[in-house]
């Protein structure tokens, strides 16, 4: 954990919006690549060549509704963030990554196993549709981190405003993010590990 303040008593679990959002979208785009590269070997009810047409479809489908669902609560409760306090903890972003991770581990298996098994109707299909939610939740982490950089200020949510899962960064119980400086915590803007400068 890195501190924001000295003290944590009357402080609150913070962690990055944009590493929420963003931890999400490894997993979903490999398991949708492996699914995809499964699916196109067999040849399914339609045959590959539809299948994987089909697949492209709904990949841009998938990209497109995951990049921008929801971007208007984003900004609704970007508006009103406030400063985050001295005795407030910001989250690492391993473990604002590895929270994510366990909470929808399963639900990641059963999409990987419809996924391959979509594939004996519409070959590679489902496996394309997985990895195009994968690549739209990077995209809306990459929109976040623009508007952080545009800010200069990096975005938290109070960890017991996420669901049991550790996601929903702009689910009801949010009411606003906290706001840093654009050097704090672990993370960079849009959610990526931050680089450190290289020793010379």
Known sequence: ???????????????????????????????????????????GLTGRRIGVMAGAVLFLVATAVTAYARRRRYTARIRPAVRAGKHDVL???AVSVRNWRRGHRWWLLLAFVVALGSSFALPAAGGMLLAGAGWGLRLKAAWLGRRERADEA?????????????????GKPVKAYRTTGIAAGDASPGGARRRTAAMV
């Open 91 to 93: 989250q690492d972003r």
């Open 1 to 43: 954990m890195a501190r924001a303040g000295h003290g944590v008593r009357r402080g609150q679990g913070l962690a990055r919006v944009a590493v929420v959002v963003r931890a999400g979208a490894a997993p979903t785009w490999w398991f949708g690549v492996f699914a995809a590269g499964v699916g196109v070997l067999v040849p």
């Open 154 to 170: 990096l975005l938290w949510v109070r960890v017991d405003w996420l669901d049991a899962h550790g996601g929903r960064p702009a």
